[in-house]
């Protein structure tokens, strides 16, 4: 049988596609072991990166940006939506806290919705920009999913941070691009975060608290990046919209 997307689809693409396939698994580890589930969204998220790379190194398709923010969907709408989820429903049941479980459901559901409208306005309006408007996806799921490795799994926590997260996905804040070198420490740390599980049972040397200390490592870079980004990272060729706005006004 003769696949069609074999021959229209490249290496970047292929990166895009494992970035869904990720996001999927993660929904799956969800249900029986949510620090697995919080790895594999990281895992995707380094795929997300590795996907530009490639790209611009091997060349892209036209299905490219499309595919991307279906992959986006999955891995950082869906998967880390669903990890909330999951939390919330195994710490309180629905006959015992319908309320609750309610809400939390609720606002895993907005979270999915503004991760969907967001990707798309992001497609048809960003993507050639050197920023966006509203908290990237990838962001926010990163936050989520370090919070869980480092051990904030406290459901209103999560259902808290994954309703603001929703409602910031569709705010006008402008988000800069991460600079590559910055991009590529942000890589370095979710990977050593990934790898921690298997590096200890390779070798007993390793402290046990250092797989927290990766997580609250990425989880300090990443607030830093969502809390102070607007305001404080413009640079290299980036104007400030401060600066953009007063040069239209002139």
């Known amino acids: 049988m003769y696949l069609r997307f074999v021959e229209r689809l490249g290496l970047a693409d292929a990166v895009t596609v494992a970035n869904a396939a990720m996001g999927f698994l993660a929904v799956v580890a969800a249900t029986v072991d949510a620090a697995l589930a919080a790895r594999l969204i990281l895992l995707a998220a380094v795929a997300d990166g590795l996907d530009g790379v490639v790209a611009r190194h091997r060349g892209s398709t036209d299905a490219g940006p499309y595919l991307d923010s279906l992959a986006d969907v999955a ?28 809400v939390g459901v609720a606002a895993t559901a907005l979270f999915v919705a503004a991760a969907v409208a967001r990707l798309g306005m992001y497609t048809a309006y960003d993507s050639g920009s050197r920023e966006t408007v509203g908290v990237p996806t990838t962001l926010a799921a990163t936050v989520l999913a370090a919070g869980v490795i480092a051990g904030y799994t406290a459901p209103g926590l999560l259902v808290a941070a994954t309703a603001v997260f929703a409602v910031l996905m569709g705010s006008t804040i402008t988000y800069p691009d991460l600079h590559a070198q910055d991009a590529l420490v942000m890589g370095v740390v979710q990977v050593a975060v990934i790898l921690t599980p298997a590096a200890h049972m390779a070798t007993t040397r390793l402290p046990p608290w250092i797989g927290e200390g990766f997580a609250f490592a990425l989880l300090f870079l990443s607030c830093g990046y969502l809390l102070l980004g607007p305001r404080f990272y413009w640079g290299d060729g980036i104007r400030s919209p401060p600066e953009e706005t007063t040069e239209r006004q002139a």
Do not use: E, K, M, Y
């Not at 950082?76 to 049941?93: N, T």
């Open 75 to 102: 891995s950082f709408g869906v998967a880390p939506a669903g990890l909330v989820a999951f939390l919330v429903l195994d710490a309180r049941s629905v006959a015992a806290d319908p309320l609750f479980v309610g």
